[in-house]
Every structure is written in structure tokens, then in C-alpha cells.
């Protein structure tokens, strides 16, 4: 039997996914390979590298709880004007990111991971999915992140790559293709409760590809029910944390913990339709 863990993007929310791998830890599920995409590539790539455990959980969530957004999407004026005047591919550089990558992934290649790892980009060309495992682990990350018009693209293998959302944000169609027989599905979700849309332009980028992508997910979820054993771990509900808020790092892996367990509770997670869970509302 093999199991695959897919971890979706989703910006700030990726935090909950702390949560939900720490459940899944608590029950001892070992994952024999993992598919992120955008910061589910950067919580998978972590993993990957140091192995599955409560351990390994809890060091990352300890990262989480430190990040602030303008660590990772660093200001600068110039940038910022120079990329709404086209003289920048984006609003900001990823140089945040890269110190991010550089301190905390302790493996260079794809290929050295203790855990097979597959990272999803988008050729911004075409639009196609690249699905990354072999290279230089730090830049397949900084592919699969970067948010187009906010973060620039990663040159790779001669073509330029944005964020694996674009194409495939929870890309359960690579872990089928990988023969999985049981997935665990980590989606961020939405923030279903916010009684406002975002007015920043990041803000706005961001919160509409996060409607756009788990719209998707939805859908994809009841495309593949039945060509393997999928348990999507449902994400806390409701949620207001905007898109660009980092500061809520600890509540979201609290919440995320405890909606997991909840579901793992009975019968494993396991159910009959398991994108009715997570299907779209608002509050």
C-alpha cells in the first residue's frame, strides 16, 4: 500500500497545515512520498528533508509562529513602483523567501530528500503544470511560491516558472500518476467569514486566487473519488484571516490540529463524498 500526502498552496493559511500533519503524526500515518504546491511545497520540502514525526512538526511550527509578512514580501518603494511601471516582473523580490529556504531546508537536491518529494510549478508561458523532482530543491520552491505580479518568476531548465496554484494547486492528479492508494488530502481552504473583500492590491491577488484555486479542488476531489482512497483533511471553519495576515501563525495550527482530529476521528477521515466538506459557503 502506498500513501501520498498532497499539500495545497495557500498562502498565510499554510500554517494550518502544521496542525494537520501533527494529527496525522499523532496516528502514526507515514507518508511514502509528498506533492506541495506554492507554501504547500515549502511545508513539504521541510518535511521531505528531516523525515515525518511529531519532531519535525513541531520545528516547523516553531517557524510559522516566528514569520511576518513583510519578511517574506520585503518593502521596498522602488521595487514596488518599478514593477507598476513594467520595469519589474513583480511587486516584490524574493529575496525573503530565498533567506527563508536557505536557513531551514537542509537538503540541496531533489533527489537527497528522505522523503520522495514532487514540487508543482507553472511554465508562465503556457500555462502547463511542471511537476519538479529532480534539481535544486531551494529553487523549485521559490518556483512553485511565486505569486504571479508579487513574487518573480524562477528561470528553470530554460523556461520561466510561477506559482504551481496557476495550473494545479492540490495536485492530486500527481500523487494518482505516482500510484498512490490512499492520499491525504491538506488543503488550506478559503476565509469564508471575512464580512470585506481585501483593497490591497496584494491582498486582492492573493484572495481571489485563493477562491479561483479551491474551486478547483472541489471539483477535482469529486473527479478523482474512486481511483483511490481520499481522505481530505477538511480546514478549520470559519476563518477571517485575510491573505497578507501572518501574524495568526499559532491560532491557525491550533485550529488546524483540531479540525483534523476531529475528522480522523471517525473512521479514520474516510467518507463516502469528501468534497462535500469542503464545498464553498460563506458565513
Same mark, same amino acid.
Do not use: N
Given at each position: 500500500m502506498t500513501?501520498?500526502?498532497v499539500l495545497s498552496g495557500g498562502a498565510n493559511l499554510g500554517a494550518m497545515q502544521i496542525g494537520m500533519l501533527r494529527a496525522?503524526? !499523532?496516528? !502514526?500515518?507515514?507518508?511514502d512520498f509528498l506533492v506541495g504546491t506554492s507554501v504547500g511545497a515549502l511545508n513539504a520540502a521541510y518535511v521531505a528533508g528531516r523525515g515525518f514525526g511529531p519532531r519535525v512538526v513541531d520545528e516547523l511550527g516553531d517557524i510559522w509562529r516566528g514569520l511576518h509578512t513583510w519578511q517574506l514580501f520585503p518593502p521596498s518603494p522602488r521595487h514596488i513602483v518599478s514593477g507598476l511601471l513594467g520595469h519589474q516582473p513583480a511587486l516584490f523580490g *524574493?529575496?525573503?523567501l530565498r533567506n527563508l529556504t536557505d536557513r531551514y531546508l *537542509?537538503? !540541496?537536491q531533489m533527489d537527497d530528500a528522505a522523503i520522495r518529494l514532487t514540487v508543482v510549478a507553472t511554465d508562465l508561458l503556457t500555462g502547463d503544470e511542471v511537476n519538479i523532482d529532480h534539481g535544486p530543491v531551494a529553487e523549485a520552491v521559490l518556483a512553485s511560491t511565486a505569486i504571479p505580479g508579487l513574487l518573480p518568476p524562477v528561470e528553470w531548465n530554460g523556461r520561466l516558472l510561477i506559482d504551481g496554484g496557476v495550473a494545479d494547486n492540490t495536485a492530486i492528479s500527481q500523487a494518482l500518476s505516482a500510484r498512490a492508494d490512499t492520499v491525504y488530502v491538506l488543503p488550506c481552504g478559503y476565509p469564508c467569514a471575512l464580512t470585506e473583500p481585501p483593497t490591497g492590491v496584494a491582498g486582492t491577488l492573493i484572495h481571489t486566487m485563493t477562491l479561483l484555486i479551491h474551486k478547483r479542488l472541489i471539483r477535482d476531489i469529486r473527479e478523482y473519488t474512486g481511483d483511490a482512497e481520499l481522505i481530505v483533511l477538511p480546514p478549520p471553519c470559519p476563518l477571517d484571516i485575510g491573505p497578507m495576515d501572518f501574524s495568526r501563525g499559532d491560532e491557525l495550527i491550533v485550529r488546524g490540529y483540531e479540525s483534523a482530529v476531529d475528522a480522523l476521528r471517525v473512521d479514520g477521515g474516510r467518507r463516502a463524498s469528501p468534497a462535500d466538506h469542503i464545498?464553498?459557503?460563506w458565513h
Open positions: 500513501t501520498g500526502f496525522l503524526a !499523532e496516528r !502514526e500515518v507515514q507518508p *524574493d529575496q525573503g *537542509d537538503f !540541496e464545498d464553498m459557503h
